[in-house]
């Protein structure tokens, strides 16, 4: 069984930074494509920020020279660095991979900016 568990939000003012992690078990972490999605209230999920096994990113345009994704094979885990939030980034995150045929989540971690 895969079972992604993410961790690390809060509540940050405007300006802020938080850093999320995510820890995978039951796959052979580093040869997945690990993503970050989020979903605010009343909009649909969207997606963040992608690191594939070679370590290359990809960040969506509003994230992007703001949030870094990265990931650590050796402990199964991929973080989201997350700079200057604004309110409009509060939402909650998930982890997600593809994996054995099955599109994998985890159950999210709430992130709320306060202006």
């Known amino acids: 069984q895969v079972y992604l568990a993410e961790s690390g939000g809060g509540l940050v003012q405007a300006g802020g930074s938080l850093r999320l992690s995510c820890a995978a078990s039951?796959?052979?972490?580093?040869?997945?494509?690990m993503n970050w999605h989020r979903q605010a209230p009343g909009k649909q999920r969207e997606l963040v920020a992608t690191?594939?096994?070679?370590?290359?990113?990809n960040y969506a345009d509003v994230v992007a020279g703001r949030f870094t994704i990265s990931r650590d094979n050796a402990w199964n885990r991929v973080y989201l660095q997350m700079n200057s939030l604004q309110p409009e980034d509060t939402a909650v995150y998930y982890c997600?991979?593809?994996?054995?045929?099955?599109?994998?989540w985890g159950r999210g971690t709430q992130v709320t900016v306060s202006s």
């Open positions: 690191i594939n096994s070679g370590g290359a990113t």
């Open positions: 997600n991979t593809q994996a054995r045929g099955s599109d994998v």
């Open positions: 039951g796959i052979n972490f580093k040869i997945y494509t």
